[in-house]
């Protein structure tokens, strides 16, 4: 299993132009989650997904848009990149049984919009 | 506000010295707690505390939850050079979005030669 999969690794936006960050996992897993996490700090919950057809906000949704249409992909898409988006991005899937709740981290995209 | 708070922030140590660190948090309902390493990547997974007084260990490793005083700590014994990472906690409350967890900031942990 390759686990969780993200692409790009690296990405300079300029201000207002969009991308989308892409994440795979390879594990069935029905939960999906996009973090961001800036320097000295944790990581905040941009968006998440519990199975295909399912998102919703988290902490800090503003500036990005989801979708889930497959089990195995959750892209994230920055529409108009703004300077306060420069940041690593991690996509995790997690498949809870009862009370474990162990989260599986992708590789991480560091994002800089300038 | 901060529901997990971590400390120190940072730590700079010496090969084979023991290290704690803390992390305090603040749930309605709580679930679990998590501990990670994080080395300039992705977070990998290093234990999760349930119940209160019992003590997960792996290696050189240790946690330890309190329940009743909402508190974990990290033990690493005789640390070494690969040690130097982030640490990371994180908790799960039962009345949070489904599977999502609440991290703190992380303690910086360096282990010089």
């Known amino acids: 299993n390759a686990g969780v999969t993200q692409t790009p690794k690296f990405r300079i936006l300029k201000i207002g132009q969009s991308m989308t960050l892409q994440c795979t996992q390879d594990?069935?897993?029905?939960?999906m989650y996009w973090y961001r996490q800036d320097p000295g700090m944790g990581l905040k919950l941009i968006y998440y997904s519990v199975g295909a057809g399912i998102t919703d906000k988290g902490e800090v949704p503003n500036g990005y848009n989801v979708s889930r249409s497959t089990t195995e992909d959750f892209p994230l898409r920055l529409e108009l990149a703004a300077p306060s988006q420069t940041s690593v991005y991690f996509c995790?899937?997690?498949?809870?049984?009862?009370?474990?709740?162990?989260?599986?981290f992708g590789p991480g995209t560091r994002l800089t919009v300038t | 506000e901060d529901k997990v708070v971590q400390s120190p922030l940072s730590l700079v140590v010496h090969e084979g010295d023991t290290v704690t660190l803390n992390c305090s948090y603040e749930?309605?309902?709580?679930?679990?707690l998590l501990w990670y390493k994080q080395e300039k990547k992705a977070p990998t997974f290093l234990f999760m505390l349930t119940s209160s007084g019992i003590e997960k260990k792996s290696g050189r490793l240790s946690s330890i939850l309190d329940k009743k005083e909402l508190f974990s700590i990290l033990n690493i014994t005789a640390t070494q050079t690969g040690d130097s990472a982030v640490y990371l906690c994180a908790t799960h409350d039962r009345g949070s979005t489904l599977g999502r967890l609440y991290f703190g900031r992380g303690t910086q942990l360096t282990v010089w030669p």
């Open positions: 995790a899937s997690t498949n809870p049984q009862g009370a474990l709740y162990e989260q599986y």
């Open positions: 749930v309605t309902n709580f679930r679990s």
């Open positions: 594990m069935n897993h029905n939960y």
